[in-house]
């Protein structure tokens, strides 16, 4: 069984958190980028960010810069931000609205699908339908974009979004409208800010209006859903869920979940569950905060959340969602970057105010910050030593072992395959 070996400087094992230098060391970091970016879809955004021809917003990880852009047959591209004649960066802010994409350097232009168009001054041998935009892979569900840079084929998106496409289907997200979106840059590596995702241990001591939202047994056995917690824990939650279940069933609307173990090439899960007796909606009373979206016609006080991958999530609720993207940017910086959605119709002020709309996410959000920062700062300290997780960080384990057997290259370290699965 894992956790009864010490765990050693250099090695992993499971049950426990990452030996120091996952945590911060560059090569690692770029490595990481890689892994994450090539395996995985990653959900940018949500496609009403650019709704008109020309409309455009950067996506960084590592050192990619994309240009997510709507060109004008309605048709939205990822280009990589660099420009095919010596590699300056062509669009230098983060979102605006072009009629082409104008490099600042020598101005070289591109129009929205990526063909170069103008270049003057080449050599009358030069050609410009060979010096296109470099693009990486782009799909829309639902309204939410994702995106993959692998070199050659991308993973497939069929198999990576239809086990989650009956937890989306009632939200109605293809025709939602953004309220409110907010970044929350934290000074951490990006594996401590999803492992402070897949744990609610930390919710009671630093969550108090979390906590007040949600059912305790729930955040105790699913905090971070499916496959949240072990041992009695697991089973906190069983008989309020069913009871729930039935009622929701019974009304018509969605039930259950489903989540992977560290074999997946995915790493994904999906749930629905309440949120707390006389809650109908993620909000710090229980109350609306907008107008109900999708099918829905009446509360069932519940809460979808579809984890993509492990830095891509979901949470809706039957009048909102909110949209997380932990954007890895450096060894020790990651972008919390959080979308709020309403329905397409509703209007600031009258139907929703933005304020009670981000309340819980917002406060929590601010406090996971600080915990996460604190964490990376003990964890850079040469008397750091992987700790054993809880009961509640089962999730944890589960994911730090998914990243170790999937990401390449391997650790040279990673060589006994027993310290690194569950015990079965
Ligand atoms: S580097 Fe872009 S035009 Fe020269
Ligand atoms: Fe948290």
């Not at 940018?44 to 240009?67: M, N, T, W």
């Not at 979940?257 to 229980?286: C, H, N, W």
Request: net charge negative; proline share 5%.
């Amino acid at each position: 069984m894992g956790d009864t070996i010490s765990p050693t400087a250099a090695g992993y094992i499971y049950g426990r958190s990452l030996p120091q230098r996952f945590y911060c060391n560059d090569t690692i970091f770029n490595e990481d980028v890689n892994f994450l970016s090539q395996t995985q879809w990653l959900l940018v955004d949500h496609s009403a960010r650019i709704p008109q021809a020309g409309d455009y917003f950067l996506f960084k990880c590592g050192k990619e810069s994309l240009i997510i852009v709507r060109d004008r047959s309605d048709e939205i591209h990822a280009f990589y931000n660099v420009c095919r004649h010596r590699g300056s960066l062509i669009c230098l802010e983060p979102t605006g609205h072009v009629k082409a994409l104008t490099c600042p350097y020598h101005a070289w232009t591109y129009d929205l699908s990526g063909r170069l168009i103008g270049a003057s001054s080449m050599p009358s041998e030069f050609d410009k339908t060979a010096h296109a935009l470099k693009r990486a892979h782009l799909r829309v569900e639902s309204g939410l974009i994702f995106v993959n840079m692998a070199d050659g084929e991308p993973p497939s998106f069929e198999r990576f979004i239809e086990r989650h496409r009956p937890f989306l289907a009632p939200h109605g997200f293809d025709t939602a409208k953004i309220a409110v979106q907010m970044v929350y840059p934290t000074e951490a590596n990006w594996k401590l800010v999803v492992e402070n995702f897949l744990e609610c241990y930390h919710c009671k001591p630093a969550h108090a209006t979390y906590c007040a939202v949600h059912s305790a047994d729930k955040l105790l056995s699913l905090g971070a859903g499916p496959g949240s917690a072990s041992g009695d824990l697991a089973t906190k939650f069983d008989a309020e869920l069913a009871e729930w279940e039935q009622a929701t069933r019974t009304a018509g609307q969605l039930v259950g979940m489903f989540g992977d173990d560290v074999d997946a090439a995915y790493f994904q899960g999906s749930s629905r569950t309440p949120i707390q007796k006389g809650f109908l909606t993620e909000s710090v009373d229980g109350k609306p905060v907008a107008p109900l979206m999708g099918s829905y016609v009446a509360y069932d006080g519940g809460q979808t959340a579809c984890s993509f991958n492990p830095i891509s999530y979901v949470m809706a609720s039957n009048d909102h969602a909110v949209l997380f993207l932990f954007a890895p940017r450096g060894p020790l910086r990651t972008d919390v970057i959080t979308t709020w959605l309403v329905r397409e119709d509703a209007v600031a002020g009258r139907d929703y105010d933005s304020a009670h709309l981000t309340k819980v996410w917002d406060v929590t959000l601010k406090e996971d910050k600080t915990i996460t920062e604190n964490n990376q700062r003990g964890v850079l300290s040469r008397h750091y030593e992987p700790g054993l997780h809880s009961l509640h960080e089962k999730r944890i384990s589960d994911f730090v072992a998914w990243y170790m057997l999937h990401r390449r290259p391997t650790p040279t370290d990673m060589v006994d395959e027993d310290r690194i699965r569950p015990a079965s």
